[in-house]
């Protein structure tokens, strides 16, 4: 119910905002201000996107927990959208997700309603199907297909090629 409300109050907030803003200094600075809008968040999202991607990289090298890089560039896909929707709420929201600090706090205000129910990390499966092996050996596990060319059965009688073809 929540979700069709706000499908319901974002365009009218931004049409409310449309007539306003464009009442107060026009129709054409009033498109070019959504025009820059738009170009600067483009530059500013790629810029943090960039940022965010090599945080996701780093972490995934030293092995630490991605959750916040994947965030932090989540929130920033989500604002490039934003940014990229014509209007001056939604251009407001997607500039306010490219401040650190503002995706902290909503990471933090997430973090507190999620209940995680199961972590696995590893193989497909349960952890009762886990290829652990206790005697530290490490083992490849891997599928092959012979692809060696069959042979075709000669003929019986038939000692070589039929003289009907050139050697």
Not at 89 to 100: E, I, K, N, S
Not at 101 to 108: F, K, L, N, W, Y
Not at 111 to 119: C, L, N
Not at 129 to 151: A, L
Request: charged share 15%.
């Amino acid at each position: 119910m929540w979700l069709f409300a706000l499908f319901v109050a974002v365009p009218l907030i931004e049409i409310a905002l449309f007539i306003q803003v464009g009442g107060a200094i026009g129709l054409w600075p009033t498109l070019g201000v959504v025009v820059v809008t738009a170009i600067l968040g483009t530059t500013l999202v790629r810029a943090q996107g960039m940022r965010a991607l090599a945080d996701l990289q780093n972490s995934f090298n030293q092995l630490n927990n991605p959750t916040e890089p994947l965030a932090h560039g989540a929130m920033i896909l989500f604002s490039g959208a934003l940014l990229l929707t014509p209007g001056f709420f939604t251009d407001a929201v997607g500039f306010a997700l490219l401040v650190p600090g503002v995706r902290r706090a909503v990471m933090r205000y997430v973090a507190a309603r999620v209940k995680v129910q199961s972590f696995t990390m590893g193989m497909q499966g349960n952890a009762q199907d886990s290829r652990h092996h206790p005697s530290g050996e490490d083992v490849i596990d891997g599928d092959f297909t012979d692809v060696t060319p069959q042979k075709r059965p000669t003929p019986p009688g038939v000692d070589g090629p039929s003289g009907w073809t050139k050697h």
